[in-house]
Every structure is written in C-alpha cells, then in structure tokens.
C-alpha cells in the first residue's frame, strides 16, 4: 500500500528568496517532491506559464471553485486572488508524493488550521526570513517588475508576514544561500524521515 505523502507549506515575504531556494529540490529523487501549483487571478507576469507558475483563471471562475468548495486554502493579496486546487493536491499525496505548497502567509496559516483540525500529522511548516527588512525593501525594489504602488503594497504586506513566522515549526534566515539551502533541504530529510 502507498503511504500517503507529506505535505509541506513554505511561506515568506515578497522577495525573500523562496523559488531560488526550494526549486533545486524537486530534483532530489531521495526528497519524492512535487510543487503544488496555485491559481490565482493575478495578471501573467512575461516570463510565467499558465500550469507551470500558477493556474491563471478569472474572479469569476475562482469564485466558482470557492463556491464548489474545490480549493483547500484561498486568500486575497493586493487584490488578486490566491489558492491551491483541493484535488490536485490530494491526488499528488495519494499517490505517495511528498507535495511543496508555496503560498502566502494567510494561505499557510490556513491550511495549518485545516490540518490540525483533519488531525493529518503528514504536515509540516516552513516559513523563509529575510537577512533584515530594510534587505527586503531593497530586494523588492530592484526586482523590476511591479510599480511603485504595488512595490509598496507589498512592502506593507511583508511587514505584516514576518510577524506570524512564529507560527510556524521552521524558520530559515536567507542570509546565505548555500547555507539556507542546506537548512531547508535538512527539514526536508527530517520529516520525511519522521513519516516514513
């Protein structure tokens, strides 16, 4: 029989670095990591595709899987929608796969709530810190591809983020990224070992 698999939530802040460090990862045959991909109604940045980075859908249809009770997190960032699909991840972790979610703080916490309420002990929480914030100020506005306005919408939201890292079972600082890499990939080991 297929044990089911372990789901991860990897939140942080705008910036923080969260691709660079998990996405080596999924090449890790030991790891059996699959990124779950959200949806969201956020506009398709040049270099996203659709099923690859996100599902781009409408408010429309996202409301309708709200509705339909299809998501199993969602929340509202700087006026977009953000989400992950409920079968798409059930479907991953039946099939025994150890399944990545990177979603925002709201989502994270979310989905914390859901699984301690399912009792679901093949779970765990990770959230990347920034070196300071003033870094992560600086890191956003270099980053080239929002207007100031969104800039600082998601300054203000980042904020915000950092405060509810507590909340969370693992804190990694990406200070150093050979070293938050190794961090990250370490909790990994750990907690699959743990579900094994």
């Not at 890790?28 to 990591?33: A, G, I, P, Q, T």
């Not at 408010?59 to 006026?79: D, G, S, V």
């Not at 709201?106 to 990347?128: C, E, H, P, W, Y």
Request: with cysteine; hydrophobic share 35%.
């Amino acid at each position: 029989m297929i044990k089911k698999g372990l789901l991860v939530v990897l939140s942080g802040p705008s910036g923080v670095g969260k691709y660079t460090l998990w996405s080596d990862l999924l090449k890790n045959k030991r790891l059996n990591l699959k990124y779950s991909i959200s949806m969201t109604t956020r506009p398709k940045r040049f270099n996203e595709l659709n099923g690859r980075d996100y599902f781009f859908v409408s408010h429309n249809e996202f409301r309708r899987a709200i509705k339909n009770r299809q998501m199993l997190e969602y929340a509202t960032y700087c006026n977009n929608y953000y989400g992950t699909p409920k079968e798409y991840v059930e479907k991953l972790r039946n099939a025994g796969h150890n399944v990545l979610l990177e979603i925002e703080v709201q989502g994270g916490l979310n989905v914390t709530k859901i699984m301690k309420k399912a009792k679901d002990k093949r779970f765990v929480s990770i959230f990347i810190l920034p070196p300071s914030t003033k870094e992560l100020i600086q890191r956003l506005r270099t980053r080239g591809t929002e207007d100031k306005k969104i800039i600082n919408a998601r300054i203000k939201q980042a904020k915000w983020e950092i405060s509810k890292a507590k909340h969370y079972k693992y804190q990694i600082v990406n200070d150093n990224l050979k070293t938050a890499k190794a961090k990250l990939k370490n909790v990994f080991l750990t907690e699959i070992k743990k579900n094994a």
